[in-house]
């Protein structure tokens, strides 16, 4: 990958070539230190790989892993690497009606929960869901598949539908 340079802007194949690099995960993880969170989404075959680099560089705690999950699997705190970081597990319109099953898979509510959802009602109802189990909704846009039709790209060039996005507020007892 070093061999590659970051196109200017948007990208696309008219874009100017830049003299910047793609980082490797060391240095982005290094850029990231203390800054951000970072969603990782690692195949199992470098999980080994990526917690070395996380630990050496002491940013293993700004990372989030999501994980499909069903109503049967083990608790997503349970498995590694997940019991090792912020885990988010990831639920379809088949699996969210049983998000109270899913609560009982954590000692605490997880960051947030990732519905895959395939209209705004879906959306609505994913964040009503999250709220009551104490978590932030997330809505992967990468996809129209995942989110309702509504993408990054979507998000760039058209007007996302009045009233389609809101900001629950999420409440948590001081005690």
């Known amino acids: 990958m070093q061999q ?8 696309g194949k008219n874009a100017a070539l830049t003299q910047e690099q793609i980082p490797t995960f060391r ?14 989404d690692a195949k199992a075959d470098v999980y080994e790989d990526a917690f070395d680099v996380l630990k050496t ?3 293993i705690d700004q990372i989030v892993m999501k994980k499909w999950m069903a109503p049967e699997d083990s608790p997503i705190g349970a498995v ?44 609505r109802h994913a ?21 309702a039709g509504l993408t990054d790209v979507q998000a760039m ?5 009045s009233g389609a996005l809101h900001r629950p507020r999420i409440h948590h007892d001081s005690n």
């Not at 240095?27 to 990782?40: C, D, F, K, Q, W």
């Not at 964040?127 to 989110?147: F, H, P």
Request: hydrophobic share 40%.
């Open 4 to 11: 590659f340079r970051l196109k200017e802007g948007k990208g």
């Open 27 to 40: 240095e982005a993880m290094e850029s990231a230190r203390g800054e951000v969170l970072v969603n990782l």
């Open 57 to 59: 560089t002491g940013t």
């Open 80 to 123: 590694a690497p997940f019991n090792q970081v912020m885990a988010m597990p990831v639920l379809s319109e088949e699996t969210a009606p049983d998000l109270d099953s899913f609560a009982k898979q954590f000692s605490a509510p997880p960051l947030a929960i990732e519905f895959i959802v395939s209209s705004l009602d879906s959306a």
């Open 127 to 147: 964040g009503l869901k999250a709220q009551e189990s104490q978590s932030r909704t997330w809505i992967n846009t990468l996809a129209d598949w995942l989110s």
């Open 157 to 161: 060039t058209d007007r996302i539908p």
